[in-house]
């Protein structure tokens, strides 16, 4: 190998040591430093939503919006030159979350009002608890995160079966209720009101007149009790699975994508299959 390619390997793993880990002085700074922007850039474009202050110091605020995204813009170049597998970063979660926080301003030159969405940078924000190490909360996080994961295809089908519910109540009650109450003029209207009414949500805009009306709608609200309780009660038993696993997770960065969330002596990347470097 070449000297040349030496110390670019060599500049690259120190970039990639500052910008995904936090265990050295200068990773920790440049974390702070970080988190200190992405709130600035959010106060920034919650401010120019601010009518009374956009029109005293929108120049200055515009200005900062400019400044902010030009830093997070070279920060995501860095990101990307770092790792091994570019593109595995580029899809990954943060690596969208980057993205997504820096195109809103380059796309409010060609469509105005667009810079409001770079409120989705404060998603970054979740990096705070690596900067502070906050090790015992993150792997609770992942906990929770997988035990959502895990849930999935049980919440899905739930929702399939509500869907199917509401369809049919709604339809029900457009029969019972259309003739006589213009709240139920259309299907998709009466199933507005069946999911209003099976979440408890009860907005009131649309009610039963008749007494058969009013008696499907009760059994809606008594049964709507039920129904919230069916996705709570799958995720906590697979929080509780999860939970007994015994399985832990470290956030070691993997350098090939940036990854996190391994397994404590895993030896490749679950994100995309690099041998991690302990």
Not at 41 to 67: N, P, Q, R, Y
Not at 107 to 126: D, E, N, P, T
């Amino acid at each position: 190998m070449s000297v040349e390619k030496k110390n670019e390997l060599s500049h690259k793993e120190r970039i990639h040591e500052i910008i995904f880990e936090a265990d050295t002085p200068a990773g920790k700074a440049f974390d702070v430093a970080l988190l200190i922007a992405i709130l600035l850039s959010v106060v920034v474009v919650m401010l120019e939503t601010t009518h009374s202050v956009a029109d005293k110091i929108g120049g200055f605020l515009h200005t900062a919006e400019w400044i902010l995204t030009i830093f997070f813009t070279i920060e995501y170049a860095l990101r990307l030159y770092c790792v091994r597998k570019p593109i595995k970063y580029a899809t990954s979660f943060f690596g969208v979350v980057d993205l997504l926080a820096i195109l809103p301003t380059y796309i409010s030159l060609f469509l105005a009002g667009a810079q409001a969405l770079l409120v989705i940078r404060i998603l970054r924000l979740l990096r705070v608890f690596r900067i502070f190490k906050l090790v015992n909360y993150m792997r609770q996080g992942k906990v929770i995160l997988s035990a959502m994961r895990n849930s999935g295809p049980k919440i899905a089908v739930f929702i399939l079966f509500v869907l199917l519910l509401v369809t049919i109540f709604g339809s029900i009650m457009y029969l019972v209720e259309g003739g006589t109450n213009p709240g139920y003029d259309s299907i998709p209207r009466s199933i507005y009101w069946a999911i209003v009414t099976l979440t408890t949500v009860g907005y009131g805009d649309i009610s039963p007149v008749t007494s058969f009306g009013q008696f499907i709608a009760a059994c809606i609200m008594i049964l709507g009790y039920s129904i919230i309780a069916v996705p709570t009660g799958i995720v906590t038993a697979e929080l509780t699975r999860r939970i007994y696993d015994g399985q832990s997770e470290s956030l070691e960065s993997c350098r090939g994508c940036g990854g996190e969330g391994h397994l404590d002596g895993a030896q490749f990347c679950h994100h995309c299959g690099e041998k991690l470097d302990h």
